[in-house]
């Protein structure tokens, strides 16, 4: 079985541009989680879809975005970017809920000039 | 907030000799611990994870336990080998949602041969 793909793996942009990064679950997976990985701050969540709905949500600012799409593909957007949003995205897959174990993808490396 | 404290940040061990990285946290809601592990240009993997029902697991050289009532959990690897080496993350859920991790800062282990 496949695991979680993300595109691309690595992206350039400079400050004030948007950007938006691809995550496929492992198939059967329903739900999609968005980590913000850097040296400062760590892993730090970002927000959780469940069926096309936000489930959960961190506490980033609301230049932060995403969805899900109904084959449980999602995106997640960053508007405005800022030098501190340089950092590794993770995107992780589960199941459902409840007990289900998640599953890290690669990563997308985001540098922001 | 909540809050995930790992310890310590940095470990060296020589080949064969065992490895103990230790976690507090401090949501009393939390009921999922998860272990990952990551090396290098690749996004966490999961190794092993523990529910508050259980207080201790084993598969094969990797155990973690569990104390809900002074809330920490541990993660001990024995007969430690150069490719267990990497970055060592603990993590537990956010008022029993799985699909929202608060994560440690990381241990990295170094396996000297």
Known sequence: ?113 | GENVEQHPSTLSVQEGDSAVIKCTYSDSASNYFPWYKQELGKGPQLIIDIRSNVGEKKDQRIAVTLNKTAKHFSLHITETQPEDSAVYFCAASIGGSQGNLIFGKGTKLSVKP
């Not at chain 1, 942009?13 to 999609?32: A, D, F, N």
């Not at chain 1, 970017?81 to 998640?102: F, H, K, P, V």
């Open chain 1, 1 to 113: 079985k496949a695991g979680v793909t993300q595109t691309p793996r690595y992206l350039i942009k400079t400050r004030g541009q948007q950007v938006t990064l691809s995550c496929s679950p492992i198939s059967g997976h329903r739900s999609v989680s968005w980590y913000q990985q850097t040296p400062g701050q760590g892993l730090q969540f970002l927000f959780e879809y469940f069926s096309e709905t936000q489930r959960n949500k961190g506490n980033f600012p609301g230049r932060f975005s995403g969805r899900q799409f109904s084959n449980s593909r999602s995106e997640m957007n960053v508007s405005t970017l800022e030098l501190g949003d340089s950092a590794l995205y993770l995107c992780a897959s589960r199941r459902s809920g409840g007990t289900d174990t998640q599953y890290f993808g690669p990563g997308t490396r985001l540098t922001v000039l």
